[in-house]
């Protein structure tokens, strides 16, 4: 993985219609709890079916020519709730509810125990996606921060040791993941950039004790929200609240959103010494960009990073796109970075 600019995926693939009905997916904030009824599958049949779908969606990558793929998050109903819902100290039958970042309210995981992790959550995921490809590959799990923003807390009643005990679940998960194959596994952390006077508080403690001892190469991915449902002016958009301190996690790779925000690549020049992943797709606009959008754009952050040290990607999870202007989007990048790897 050190040639320069490598091609990949933030984490999610648009799941089939046959699969999951898209329809109340679209029409609903992104669950924070468990969402059945989102899957047009009966139970006995969803995780066969999981692992079809799984399949077609490497397939598309791989056919697009992305380097470092992941499984589509296919099983998920969303980035966050696959993990936080299957540990112990959830009621799953009682949720609390909370502001999203857009002003909404939404149902999330009431804490009402310690949290522990009572299984391996992703393991089978990443055993399934190292069997069918030979590319390297990443799995991704909620950032503890993001998850302590995203619950209702009735038994730690600080926001500190909710985070540090997620932290501790996690670090159990990351090990059990590298074992099983992965070779990247990366933190989601859009919420440092919605609550950044808390993420100044405590999560770059949290994201460490996340990943304390964990041999492999780590990632942290933090973004302005899914485009489907940030919608508000770019001028909201003038940077990222959070980024400097970013310098003081302890990962390899960090992971941000600069096509839709348009941002100032400048910004690159701050962090010392990680492979910045960079988002050249704007996941707001339903085209997809050309392969020469997506040359200008890397073409552009080289101007304040040295190649070896980039990688580019989507802004965001693919979630909500159309499957077919997933694909193209993904065709454009792998041929833009090809065209600028070519000019090196």
């Given amino acids: 993985m ?40 009966d139970a006995e049949h969803l995780e066969q079916a999981q692992d079809d779908a799984t399949i077609v969606a490497v397939h598309e990558m791989e056919f697009a020519g992305v380097d470092i793929v992941t499984d589509g998050e296919i099983r998920r109903e969303s980035y966050s709730n696959r993990f936080a819902t299957a540990l112990d100290g959830i009621d799953l039958e009682n949720p609390g509810v909370f502001v999203e970042r857009i002003g909404k309210e939404n149902y999330v995981p009431r804490i009402v125990g310690p949290i522990r ?41 600080d926001e500190r040791s909710l985070a540090l005990a997620f932290a501790a679940a996690l670090n159990e998960e990351i090990r059990d993941l590298f074992a099983a194959g992965a070779d990247v596994v990366q933190l989601d952390e859009p919420y440092l950039q919605a609550r950044p006077e808390q993420a100044r508080e405590y999560a770059v403690e949290a994201i460490s004790c996340a990943l304390e001892g964990i041999a492999g190469t780590t990632a942290l991915h ?7 449902f ?18 003081d996690v302890p990962v390899d790779q960090l992971v941000i959103e600069a096509a839709q925000p348009r941002l100032d690549f400048s910004l690159l020049e701050r962090i010392r010494d990680k492979t910045m992943v960079v988002g050249v797709l704007d996941l707001g606009d339903r085209s997809a960009e050309t392969a020469d959008e997506v040359s200008a754009r890397i073409r552009a952050a080289l101007r304040h990073i040295e190649p070896e040290r980039l990688m580019v990607a989507p802004d965001c999870g693919m979630k909500y796109l159309a499957r077919e202007i997933a694909l ?3 065709q454009a990048m792998v041929a833009g970075a090809f065209a600028v790897r070519a000019e090196l």
């Fill in 2 to 41: 050190a040639a320069p600019i490598l091609t990949t995926v933030v984490g999610s693939y648009p799941q089939p219609d046959w699969l999951i009905d898209r329809s109340r997916l679209l029409d609903r904030l992104p669950p924070r709890v468990l969402a059945s009824e989102l899957w047009r599958v």
């Fill in 117 to 157: 992790r009572m299984r391996a959550v992703e393991v089978r995921d990443v055993t399934l996606l190292r069997s069918i490809t030979r590319r390297p590959i990443k799995v991704t799990v909620p950032g503890p921060f993001t998850m302590t923003q995203q619950a209702q807390d009735e038994y730690y009643r």
């Fill in 222 to 228: 933090t973004c302005f929200g899914y485009a489907h």
């Fill in 230 to 247: 940030a919608n508000a002016p770019k001028t909201r958009w003038s940077g990222y609240p959070i980024f400097d301190e970013l310098n």
């Fill in 328 to 330: 193209a989007k993904l």
